[in-house]
């Protein structure tokens, strides 16, 4: 198995009315859904953009230096994101497809090239 991120940007994303919001995130939980059912989804979480970003670091004289929010020079945003792991690419892009006529917009595929780390199972709290 390929461990795949489904993503999108939210300046992807159209103007939506809160209903609409509302009826794409029941859209979108039905498909999410459906990837846990079949044992694919590691992880997903959405409602990201501008106004989540908490702060921004880089490195100067070896010592990070915070900034509060994004760079400004930022021109896109992460809106939100599905990891999966699944066989092949194909299965990738099926997944995604679903997202993006669940959601009606843009997703964007990237096969992870590895095995990534997460916590220990023996430090996980329940």
Aim: charged share 30%; net charge negative.
């Amino acid at each position: 198995m390929t461990e795949y991120l489904i993503t999108f940007n939210d300046e992807w994303v159209q103007e939506h009315t809160e209903d609409e919001i509302k009826a794409k995130a029941v859209a979108a939980r039905t498909v999410v859904g459906e990837m846990q059912e079949q044992g694919v989804l590691v992880f997903t979480n959405g409602g990201l953009d501008r106004d989540t970003a908490i702060c921004s670091v880089v490195a100067e004289e070896g010592k990070p230096v915070f900034t509060d929010g994004p760079f400004v020079e930022t021109k896109e945003h992460l809106g939100g994101f599905c990891v999966v792991d699944v066989a092949d690419d194909e299965t990738a892009r099926y997944w995604a497809g679903r997202l993006a006529v669940a959601l009606d917009w843009p997703q964007e595929v990237h096969r992870f090239r590895g095995a990534g780390l997460g916590r220990p199972e023996a430090s996980v709290k329940a």
